[in-house]
């Protein structure tokens, strides 16, 4: 389940398609969403992070005393992998621990509920410590982040159930799983006569829907249409799905959501959160592709939309499916 936090952390959106943006995951969705060596349990050093412990644990431990702080974002590798490095604009699988560290207390760990996390980062679209500690860091890396107030809680909208405050440093141990793919790729397939025909802007990316002479004008009914099929493993309902996606009024009006010119959003797909065409359409579809969903006005946000805000009327979205956890 994703915060609206989530989505101010990773890049200042709150996902349209999300039905109740009050709902979290868990303590860690609040920050992140808003993104060599093998130890014996011994300290990592000299510097700041040199005071920290990690065990080689599956599950590994993070301990050190309370009242850790620092004044700028400290990383250290602790164990480099052989994979590329990270640049800056890419989007990234992580599992972490989260810590606190006037209390020297864990307030996350996806070792424990193995649920990686997803984040792209570029610079206004994470918190700047993730930025500045993961970029440079190899794919298969276990890296140790130090994120002082200015890098961190101080750029949260809300510390709501996290036991933070607004002068804490946070301590992150990351283990760096892999890119995810910054769009669909696999075998193109060809696009139903009676939908919309997808836009693309300068870059190659989908921008949109043109109405054509064969499209239906009238949406009688929620359809997808696969026309990118991936080759990942098929959704499954309740997975935490990361996306690119275009949202626009159906045929061819307004775009009123789109995720392209910022960074791919991570949601949860056949759990009740999202809309109804969503969740129907998605589930089963394989990681990797591009699907066009057309939702009537009934399975998109009803007849209340307006009056909530919320796009009204049928709609039609294009959707990269880049990963699932």
Same mark, same amino acid.
């Not at 193995?114 to 679209?125: F, I, N, Q």
């Not at 009803?302 to 009327?313: Q, V």
């Given at each position: 389940m994703?915060?609206?936090?989530?989505?101010?952390?990773?890049?200042?959106f709150c996902?349209?398609?999300?039905?109740?943006?009050?709902?979290?995951?868990?303590?860690?969705?609040?920050?992140?969403?808003?993104?060599?060596?093998?130890?014996?349990g011994?300290?990592l050093?000299?510097?700041?992070?040199?005071?920290?412990?990690?065990?080689?644990?599956?599950?590994?431990?993070?301990?050190?005393k309370?009242?850790?702080?620092?004044e700028?974002? !400290?990383?250290?590798?602790?164990?480099?992998?052989?994979?590329?490095?990270?640049?800056?604009?890419?989007?990234?699988?992580v599992? /972490?621990?989260?810590?606190?560290?006037?209390t020297?207390? #864990?307030?996350?760990?996806?070792? #424990?509920?193995?649920?990686?996390?997803?984040?792209?980062?570029? #610079?206004?679209?994470?918190?700047?410590?993730?930025?500045k500690?993961?970029?440079?860091?190899?794919?298969?890396?276990?890296?140790?982040v130090?994120?002082?107030?200015?890098?961190?809680? !101080?750029?949260?909208?809300?510390?709501?159930?996290?036991?933070?405050?607004k002068?804490?440093?946070?301590?992150?141990?990351?283990?760096?799983?892999?890119t995810?793919?910054?769009?669909?790729?696999? !075998?193109? &397939?060809?696009?139903?006569?009676?939908?919309?025909?997808?836009?693309?802007?300068?870059?190659? &990316?989908?921008?949109?829907? @043109?109405?054509? @002479?064969?499209?239906?004008?009238?949406?009688?009914?929620? &359809?997808?249409?696969?026309?990118? @099929?991936?080759?990942?493993?098929?959704?499954?309902?309740?997975?935490?799905?990361?996306?690119? /996606?275009?949202?626009?009024? /159906?045929?061819?009006?307004?775009?009123?959501?789109?995720?392209w010119?910022?960074?791919?959003? &991570?949601?949860?797909?056949?759990?009740?959160?999202?809309?109804?065409?969503?969740?129907d !359409?998605?589930?089963?579809?394989?990681?990797?592709?591009?699907?066009?969903?057309?939702?009537?006005?009934?399975?998109a946000?009803?007849?209340?939309a @307006?009056? #909530?805000?919320?796009?009204?009327?049928?709609?039609?979205?294009?959707i990269?499916?880049?990963?699932a956890?």
């Amino acid at each position: 389940m994703i915060s609206c936090v989530l989505s101010l952390v990773l890049g200042g959106f709150c996902l349209l398609l999300i039905k109740d943006c009050t709902v979290r995951r868990s303590a860690i969705t609040a920050v992140f969403a808003i993104l060599g060596l093998v130890l014996t349990g011994c300290g990592l050093g000299s510097g700041p992070l040199g005071k920290i412990d990690v065990s080689k644990d599956d599950v590994p431990k993070v301990t050190f005393k309370k009242d850790f702080s620092v004044e700028k974002t !400290e990383a250290l590798v602790v164990k480099e992998g052989k994979g590329d490095k990270v640049k800056k604009g890419d989007s990234i699988k992580v599992n /972490y621990i989260a810590l606190n560290g006037r209390t020297a207390k #864990e307030f996350d760990n996806s070792f #424990e509920n193995e649920r990686p996390m997803s984040l792209t980062l570029v #610079e206004d679209g994470v918190l700047p410590g993730f930025y500045k500690g993961l970029v440079g860091q190899r794919i298969g890396s276990r890296v140790l982040v130090a994120v002082p107030p200015a890098d961190g809680v !101080e750029k949260l909208g809300s510390l709501d159930g996290l036991d933070l405050k607004k002068t804490d440093t946070m301590v992150f141990l990351f283990d760096i799983v892999s890119t995810v793919p910054a769009a669909a790729s696999g !075998e193109a &397939q060809k696009a139903p006569a009676n939908l919309p025909s997808i836009v693309f802007d300068k870059d190659k &990316q989908p921008s949109g829907f @043109k109405a054509t @002479k064969t499209s239906d004008k009238k949406l009688s009914k929620t &359809q997808s249409a696969v026309v990118i @099929k991936g080759d990942g493993p098929k959704i499954k309902a309740g997975q935490a799905v990361t996306a690119h /996606y275009v949202g626009q009024k /159906y045929p061819d009006g307004e775009v009123f959501d789109e995720s392209w010119t910022s960074a791919p959003r &991570q949601f949860a797909v056949g759990a009740g959160q999202l809309i109804a065409c969503w969740d129907d !359409e998605l589930v089963g579809q394989t990681i990797g592709s591009r699907v066009i969903v057309a939702c009537t006005a009934e399975d998109a946000y009803g007849k209340n939309a @307006k009056a #909530e805000g919320r796009p009204d009327g049928a709609l039609i979205f294009v959707i990269d499916l880049l990963d699932a956890i």
